[in-house]
T-cell receptor
Framework: EAGVAQSPRYKIIEKRQSVAFWCNPI?????LYWYQQILGQGPKLLIQ????????DSQLPKDRFSAERLKGVDSTLKIQPAKLEDSAVYLC????????????FGPGTRLTVL | QKEVEQNSGPLSVPEGAIASLNCTYS??????FFWYRQYSGKSPELIMF????GDKEDGRFTAQLNKASQYVSLLIRDSQPSDSATYLC???????????FGKGTTLSVSS
Protein backbone atom coordinates (compact mmCIF):
# COMPACT_ATOMS: atom_id res chain seq x y z
CA GLU A 1 0.00 0.00 0.00
CA ALA A 2 1.46 3.36 -1.00
CA GLY A 3 1.94 5.88 1.75
CA VAL A 4 1.18 9.58 1.89
CA ALA A 5 3.03 11.46 -0.84
CA GLN A 6 4.20 15.06 -0.56
CA SER A 7 6.09 17.43 -2.79
CA PRO A 8 8.35 19.23 -2.92
CA ARG A 9 10.57 17.80 -0.19
CA TYR A 10 12.50 21.02 0.28
CA LYS A 11 11.81 24.63 -0.58
CA ILE A 12 13.79 27.81 0.03
CA ILE A 13 12.14 31.16 -0.58
CA GLU A 14 12.58 34.76 0.47
CA LYS A 15 10.13 36.48 2.78
CA ARG A 16 7.06 37.92 1.11
CA GLN A 17 7.22 35.31 -1.65
CA SER A 18 4.54 32.68 -2.09
CA VAL A 19 4.85 28.90 -1.95
CA ALA A 20 2.59 25.89 -2.43
CA PHE A 21 2.80 22.34 -1.14
CA TRP A 22 1.04 19.27 -2.49
CA CYS A 23 -0.20 16.14 -0.73
CA ASN A 24 -1.69 12.87 -1.97
CA PRO A 25 -3.14 10.78 0.88
CA ILE A 26 -3.33 7.03 1.24
CA UNK A 27 -5.97 5.64 -1.10
CA UNK A 28 -9.36 5.47 0.58
CA UNK A 29 -8.49 7.79 3.44
CA UNK A 30 -11.28 10.31 3.82
CA UNK A 31 -9.56 12.57 6.29
CA LEU A 32 -6.52 14.68 5.49
CA TYR A 33 -4.53 16.87 7.85
CA TRP A 34 -1.87 19.52 7.41
CA TYR A 35 0.46 20.01 10.36
CA GLN A 36 3.26 22.52 10.89
CA GLN A 37 6.31 21.35 12.84
CA ILE A 38 8.73 24.03 13.97
CA LEU A 39 12.19 22.81 14.98
CA GLY A 40 12.16 21.39 18.51
CA GLN A 41 8.35 21.31 18.71
CA GLY A 42 5.69 18.71 18.11
CA PRO A 43 3.50 19.02 15.02
CA LYS A 44 0.63 21.48 15.26
CA LEU A 45 -2.58 21.18 13.25
CA LEU A 46 -3.17 23.79 10.58
CA ILE A 47 -6.25 22.37 8.87
CA GLN A 48 -8.28 19.16 8.71
CA UNK A 49 -10.42 18.01 5.76
CA UNK A 50 -13.09 15.33 5.75
CA UNK A 51 -13.46 14.41 2.08
CA UNK A 52 -13.39 17.87 0.46
CA UNK A 53 -14.93 19.78 3.37
CA UNK A 54 -13.05 21.66 6.09
CA UNK A 55 -13.54 20.19 9.58
CA UNK A 56 -11.11 22.33 11.57
CA ASP A 57 -9.10 25.35 10.45
CA SER A 58 -9.11 27.19 13.76
CA GLN A 59 -5.30 27.36 13.91
CA LEU A 60 -4.73 28.30 10.27
CA PRO A 61 -3.39 31.86 9.85
CA LYS A 62 -5.99 32.71 7.26
CA ASP A 63 -4.47 36.06 6.35
CA ARG A 64 -1.60 34.24 4.66
CA PHE A 65 -2.35 30.51 4.57
CA SER A 66 -4.92 28.78 2.41
CA ALA A 67 -5.66 25.16 1.63
CA GLU A 68 -7.97 23.20 -0.58
CA ARG A 69 -8.83 19.60 -1.24
CA LEU A 70 -10.50 19.27 -4.58
CA LYS A 71 -12.47 16.08 -5.34
CA GLY A 72 -11.71 14.79 -1.84
CA VAL A 73 -8.29 13.37 -2.74
CA ASP A 74 -5.21 15.58 -3.30
CA SER A 75 -4.67 18.73 -1.30
CA THR A 76 -2.59 21.88 -1.65
CA LEU A 77 -1.43 24.24 1.07
CA LYS A 78 -0.38 27.75 0.08
CA ILE A 79 1.43 30.49 1.94
CA GLN A 80 1.26 34.02 0.57
CA PRO A 81 3.17 36.07 1.58
CA ALA A 82 5.66 34.03 3.59
CA LYS A 83 7.24 35.29 6.79
CA LEU A 84 10.47 34.24 8.47
CA GLU A 85 8.50 32.45 11.20
CA ASP A 86 6.91 30.16 8.60
CA SER A 87 10.18 28.25 8.37
CA ALA A 88 9.16 24.76 9.42
CA VAL A 89 8.37 21.28 8.17
CA TYR A 90 4.88 20.96 6.74
CA LEU A 91 3.49 17.51 7.28
CA CYS A 92 0.51 15.98 5.57
CA UNK A 93 -1.27 13.07 7.26
CA UNK A 94 -4.30 10.98 6.40
CA UNK A 95 -6.64 8.61 8.19
CA UNK A 96 -9.76 6.64 7.50
CA UNK A 97 -11.73 9.32 9.31
CA UNK A 98 -14.40 8.78 11.89
CA UNK A 99 -14.06 5.01 11.68
CA UNK A 100 -10.40 5.07 12.61
CA UNK A 101 -8.22 7.85 13.90
CA UNK A 102 -4.78 6.38 13.32
CA UNK A 103 -2.98 8.95 11.23
CA UNK A 104 -0.15 8.22 8.83
CA PHE A 105 2.30 10.93 7.89
CA GLY A 106 3.96 11.80 4.62
CA PRO A 107 7.68 12.65 4.41
CA GLY A 108 7.02 16.37 4.87
CA THR A 109 8.16 19.52 3.09
CA ARG A 110 10.95 21.48 4.75
CA LEU A 111 10.43 25.20 4.13
CA THR A 112 13.14 27.76 4.74
CA VAL A 113 12.17 31.41 4.52
CA LEU A 114 15.13 33.79 4.19
CA GLN B 1 -5.62 25.34 26.02
CA LYS B 2 -5.39 21.59 25.62
CA GLU B 3 -1.84 20.51 26.39
CA VAL B 4 0.34 17.45 26.23
CA GLU B 5 3.48 17.59 28.33
CA GLN B 6 6.66 15.58 27.88
CA ASN B 7 10.12 15.85 29.37
CA SER B 8 12.28 16.98 26.47
CA GLY B 9 15.28 14.97 27.66
CA PRO B 10 17.64 13.83 26.45
CA LEU B 11 17.03 10.49 28.08
CA SER B 12 20.16 8.38 27.88
CA VAL B 13 20.12 4.62 28.45
CA PRO B 14 22.68 1.88 27.73
CA GLU B 15 21.98 -0.76 25.13
CA GLY B 16 19.80 -3.53 26.52
CA ALA B 17 18.22 -1.40 29.24
CA ILE B 18 14.59 -0.39 29.61
CA ALA B 19 13.74 3.13 28.47
CA SER B 20 10.74 4.78 30.12
CA LEU B 21 9.07 7.73 28.42
CA ASN B 22 6.31 9.68 30.12
CA CYS B 23 3.53 12.00 29.05
CA THR B 24 0.72 13.87 30.78
CA TYR B 25 -2.30 15.51 29.18
CA SER B 26 -4.57 18.27 30.38
CA UNK B 27 -7.97 17.41 28.85
CA UNK B 28 -9.73 14.71 30.85
CA UNK B 29 -11.97 14.06 27.85
CA UNK B 30 -9.09 12.78 25.72
CA UNK B 31 -10.09 9.52 24.07
CA UNK B 32 -7.13 8.05 22.21
CA PHE B 33 -3.42 8.08 22.90
CA PHE B 34 -0.56 7.59 20.49
CA TRP B 35 3.19 7.24 20.52
CA TYR B 36 5.10 8.28 17.42
CA ARG B 37 8.81 7.92 16.79
CA GLN B 38 10.61 10.58 14.78
CA TYR B 39 14.16 10.17 13.52
CA SER B 40 16.07 13.35 12.79
CA GLY B 41 14.96 14.82 9.47
CA LYS B 42 12.14 12.29 9.07
CA SER B 43 8.40 12.37 9.62
CA PRO B 44 6.62 10.84 12.63
CA GLU B 45 6.09 7.08 12.48
CA LEU B 46 3.35 5.42 14.53
CA ILE B 47 4.61 2.99 17.16
CA MET B 48 1.52 2.28 19.23
CA PHE B 49 -1.90 3.51 20.19
CA UNK B 50 -3.93 2.81 23.32
CA UNK B 51 -7.54 3.58 24.16
CA UNK B 52 -8.23 1.84 27.47
CA UNK B 53 -6.69 2.00 30.92
CA GLY B 54 -3.93 -0.51 31.51
CA ASP B 55 -1.08 -1.91 29.49
CA LYS B 56 -0.77 -2.75 25.82
CA GLU B 57 2.24 -4.68 24.57
CA ASP B 58 3.66 -4.92 21.06
CA GLY B 59 7.02 -6.60 20.79
CA ARG B 60 9.57 -4.64 22.79
CA PHE B 61 7.14 -1.77 23.33
CA THR B 62 4.55 -1.40 26.09
CA ALA B 63 2.16 1.51 26.34
CA GLN B 64 0.55 2.24 29.69
CA LEU B 65 -2.50 4.45 30.22
CA ASN B 66 -3.91 5.81 33.48
CA LYS B 67 -6.86 8.07 32.71
CA ALA B 68 -7.45 8.93 36.37
CA SER B 69 -3.95 10.40 36.58
CA GLN B 70 -4.06 11.67 32.96
CA TYR B 71 -0.81 9.90 32.33
CA VAL B 72 0.47 7.75 29.50
CA SER B 73 3.87 6.12 29.19
CA LEU B 74 5.92 4.09 26.77
CA LEU B 75 8.39 1.42 27.87
CA ILE B 76 11.01 0.16 25.46
CA ARG B 77 12.62 -3.10 26.57
CA ASP B 78 16.05 -4.25 25.41
CA SER B 79 16.79 -0.79 24.00
CA GLN B 80 18.88 -0.71 20.85
CA PRO B 81 20.97 2.11 19.34
CA SER B 82 18.43 2.14 16.49
CA ASP B 83 15.80 3.25 19.03
CA SER B 84 17.64 6.58 19.37
CA ALA B 85 15.08 9.13 18.18
CA THR B 86 12.53 11.65 19.42
CA TYR B 87 9.36 10.09 20.80
CA LEU B 88 6.19 12.11 20.42
CA CYS B 89 3.15 11.58 22.60
CA UNK B 90 -0.16 12.61 21.06
CA UNK B 91 -3.82 12.51 22.03
CA UNK B 92 -7.14 12.98 20.27
CA UNK B 93 -10.33 14.24 21.86
CA UNK B 94 -12.63 12.28 19.56
CA UNK B 95 -12.16 9.63 16.88
CA UNK B 96 -11.22 11.28 13.64
CA UNK B 97 -10.03 14.56 15.12
CA UNK B 98 -6.58 16.05 14.95
CA UNK B 99 -3.68 14.87 17.07
CA UNK B 100 -2.49 17.15 19.85
CA PHE B 101 1.24 16.55 20.26
CA GLY B 102 3.72 17.06 23.02
CA LYS B 103 7.14 18.50 22.21
CA GLY B 104 8.73 15.07 22.28
CA THR B 105 11.39 13.33 24.34
CA THR B 106 14.78 12.65 22.79
CA LEU B 107 16.08 9.16 23.56
CA SER B 108 19.72 8.22 23.15
CA VAL B 109 20.74 4.56 23.42
CA SER B 110 24.46 4.01 23.75
CA SER B 111 26.19 0.82 22.64
Amino acid sequence: EAGVAQSPRYKIIEKRQSVAFWCNPISGHATLYWYQQILGQGPKLLIQFQNNGVVDDSQLPKDRFSAERLKGVDSTLKIQPAKLEDSAVYLCASSLGLRGDTQYFGPGTRLTVL
Amino acid sequence: QKEVEQNSGPLSVPEGAIASLNCTYSDRGSQSFFWYRQYSGKSPELIMFIYSNGDKEDGRFTAQLNKASQYVSLLIRDSQPSDSATYLCAVTLEAGTALIFGKGTTLSVSS
